[in-house]
């Protein structure tokens, strides 16, 4: 069973809506983190989350916001949507201790 | 900031050529090296990390060895098979940084049989 679980898979919004994508975890890391990976940019950090506070933020834009309500939980609000958001966005857990990332499978979203 | 460099976007090789994909990066101390694999429709996986000079990764047959004199952390394999078809990302953690990931831009590897 996947231990980083990444809900939806696939998901399809229209420009301007608000999408919350999900990310749970089992393996009982205090870190947890999300990546986006489109077809312009490889692999890019957004936010770093410890102990459910912000560690680092690395998007520019207000619109992109974490939400940790729960220790194994870290989702990502995404508000004002726009094409260019169209991307495949991962959560992963891992932490300073053990300095080693693992990665959800993702939730790739389409906006319209 | 931190960068790591990944000359091939491309790699195409028959089933049990050597490879040999180069991953050279640009932090000041001792950052950690990790090569992490991707397959279509999944989150990259961890293949192996260094942490110090002269420390070799291994992983499924695959290798690394950190060169702190050259900066590079090249990925290689002595035979390849079809399963290894994949994207391959070489990626460091600053030691400054809270394990934040920077990765390269991702070598594309297609194994034919």
């Known amino acids: 069973d996947p231990k980083i679980i990444q809900k939806p898979k696939y998901l399809v919004a229209v420009t301007g809506s608000e999408k919350i994508l999900i990310c749970e975890q089992y393996?009982?890391?205090?870190?947890m983190y999300w990546y986006r990976q489109s077809a312009k940019k490889p692999l890019e950090f957004m936010f770093s989350y410890s102990y459910q506070k912000l560690m680092d933020n690395q998007t520019a834009s207000s619109r992109f916001q974490p939400q940790s309500s729960k220790k194994n939980h870290l989702d990502l609000q995404i508000t004002a949507l726009k094409p260019d958001d169209s991307a495949t966005y991962f959560c992963?857990?891992?932490?300073?201790?053990?300095?080693?990332?693992?990665f959800g499978a993702g939730t790739r979203l389409s906006v319209l | 900031g931190d960068s790591v460099t990944q000359t091939e976007g491309q790699v195409a090789l028959s089933e049990e050529d050597f490879l040999t994909i180069h991953c050279n990066y640009s932090?000041?101390?001792?950052?950690?090296l990790f090569w992490y694999v991707q397959y279509p429709g999944e989150g990259p996986q961890f293949l192996f990390r260094a942490s110090r000079d002269k420390e070799k990764g291994s992983s499924r047959g695959f290798e690394a060895t950190y060169n702190k004199e050259t900066t590079s952390f090249h990925l290689q394999k002595a035979s390849v098979q079809e399963s290894d078809s994949a994207v391959y990302y070489c990626?460091?953690?600053?030691?400054?940084?809270?394990?934040?990931?920077?990765f390269g831009q991702g070598t594309s590897l297609s194994v034919v049989p």
């Open positions: 992963a857990i891992g932490g300073q201790s053990q300095n080693t990332l693992y």
């Open positions: 393996l009982g890391h205090n870190a």
């Open positions: 990626a460091l953690i600053a030691s400054s940084s809270f394990s934040k990931l920077v």
């Open positions: 932090a000041s101390g001792y950052p950690a």
